[in-house]
């Protein structure tokens, strides 16, 4: 039986880009469907239909039209716009951070709603309030997990030692830790602290972060994933950089 021409879905915008004068190819990720590229036709116009239903970060119901490229989006309704996260740039940036991995490490029409749900739920953490200055970091190690790069932490990559103490390193490229015996059995290895190997473990249970941690723990295991992501995607993690470059303009500023 073939697939019905016209379908409806649930979809967060992860990107978009210019095609031509009027229209736009929206890259979507969808529970049902996975990623999906898309053209929003005269959805540049003044008067179209579509305009301001299909900003990045938003979540959206989408009526889809099957075409000979790409489908075609015939109807858009935002759902949310997690109106929060957009009055901060810092947090338009964290937003984009996680759109981006998805973006990178989900393939085209494979469904994985346990990473939709996720995604979904990073973005609405990021509108509230007040949200934890480690929702990224749980993103990450989540994210991690799902498509089957879960970091070895609990042992040596080599050797298998279980008792790993302070004095460890963590290889991107090997994805885990190594004891200071086994550092040389990787070409590229970075010092790892007793305070961040505590903290990655705890993200990784799903626990909460201890009082007691230090920011300097923290942007140590920032900086331990995000070498472990650039390596596992090969590329420029340009909404990285986007926080980055806030980061250091407030603290000019400061």
């Not at 099957?66 to 309704?77: E, F, H, P, S």
């Given at each position: 039986m073939p697939a019905p021409r016209v379908y409806s879905t649930e979809a967060i915008i992860l990107r978009h880009q210019d095609l031509g004068e009027a229209d736009r190819i929206i890259t979507v990720f969808t529970p049902r469907?996975?990623?999906?590229?898309?053209?929003?036709?005269?959805?540049?116009?003044?008067?179209?239909?579509?305009?301001?239903?299909?900003?990045?970060?938003?979540?959206?119901?989408?009526?889809?039209?099957?075409?000979?490229?790409?489908?075609?989006?015939?109807?858009?309704?935002?759902?949310?716009?997690?109106?929060?996260?957009?009055?901060?740039?810092?947090?338009?940036?964290?937003?984009?951070?996680?759109?981006?991995?998805?973006?990178?490490?989900?393939?085209?029409?494979?469904?994985?709603?346990?990473?939709?749900?996720?995604?979904?739920?990073?973005?609405?953490?990021?509108?509230?309030?007040?949200?934890?200055?480690?929702?990224?970091?749980?993103?990450?190690?989540?994210?991690?997990?799902?498509?089957?790069?879960?970091?070895?932490?609990?042992?040596?990559?080599?050797?298998?030692?279980?008792?790993?103490?302070?004095?460890?390193?963590?290889?991107?490229?090997?994805?885990?830790?190594?004891?200071?015996?086994?550092?040389a059995t990787e070409a590229t290895v970075r010092p790892l602290s007793s305070g961040a190997l505590r903290l990655l473990r705890s993200l990784q249970k799903g626990e909460g972060v201890r009082p007691a941690t230090s920011g300097e723990v923290v942007a140590e295991v920032e900086a331990v994933l995000r070498q472990y992501l650039l390596h596992l995607s090969e590329r420029e993690l340009h909404a990285a950089t986007f926080i980055d470059v806030l980061r250091r303009e407030a603290a000019s500023v400061g």
């Open positions: 469907f996975g990623k999906l590229r898309v053209v929003a036709k005269g959805v540049k116009r003044p008067r179209s239909r579509l305009a301001g239903h299909l900003d990045s970060l938003c979540e959206v119901n989408l009526l889809l039209a099957r075409g000979r490229n790409l489908d075609i989006v015939t109807q858009a309704q935002v759902a949310d716009q997690f109106l929060a996260l957009r009055r901060s740039l810092s947090r338009i940036a964290q937003g984009l951070y996680a759109a981006e991995l998805v973006n990178c490490f989900m393939a085209d029409n494979m469904a994985h709603p346990a990473v939709y749900h996720l995604l979904q739920a990073t973005l609405a953490h990021l509108a509230t309030p007040s949200p934890n200055p480690l929702v990224l970091r749980r993103f990450e190690m989540r994210l991690l997990e799902e498509i089957g790069y879960r970091p070895q932490l609990q042992q040596c990559l080599a050797c298998g030692d279980d008792n790993v103490g302070a004095d460890c390193y963590f290889s991107p490229s090997g994805g885990g830790i190594l004891c200071s015996g086994c550092r």
